[in-house]
Nanobody, 130 residues
């Protein structure tokens, strides 16, 4: 199980970036997916999670209304659209996947930022300047 995150880069305040998380060698349909980020000197923070590739995402308050998760089943890819970026969004962004059968949907959404994940992408750096 491998995940490949990409799409990070340099942005200015107010800009947008679309991050991608591709599943390699397995179907994301069988997994629950989350996005995390880790800013320099800070702990890892949960950004968003989805219980299935077609379900409604859950967002952290810090990104609600600005970030959107979508997916392309044919490409086996989940996207994190980041809009209205702020300097405090600067971080390495990671995607993670856990087999759907590991947690019930309710259990997953209750603690999706703290459950154990089967796979992590390498991370993609987003740098936002003011």
């Amino acid at each position: 199980v491998q995940l490949q995150a990409s799409g990070g880069g340099l942005a200015q305040s107010g800009d947008s970036l679309r991050l991608s998380c591709a599943g390699l060698g397995f179907s994301l349909n069988d997994y629950r997916i989350a996005w995390f980020r880790q800013a320099p000197g800070k702990d890892r923070e949960g950004v968003s999670c989805i219980s299935s590739i077609s379900s409604s995402p859950f967002y952290a308050d810090s990104v609600k209304g600005r970030f959107t998760v979508s997916s392309d089943i044919a490409k086996n890819t989940v996207y994190l659209q980041t809009n209205s970026l702020k300097p405090e969004d600067t971080a390495i962004y990671y995607c993670a996947a856990v087999r759907s059968r590991t947690y019930s949907t309710n259990a997953y959404y209750t603690r999706c930022f703290t459950v154990g994940y089967d796979a992590w992408g390498r991370g993609t750096l987003v740098t936002v300047s003011s």
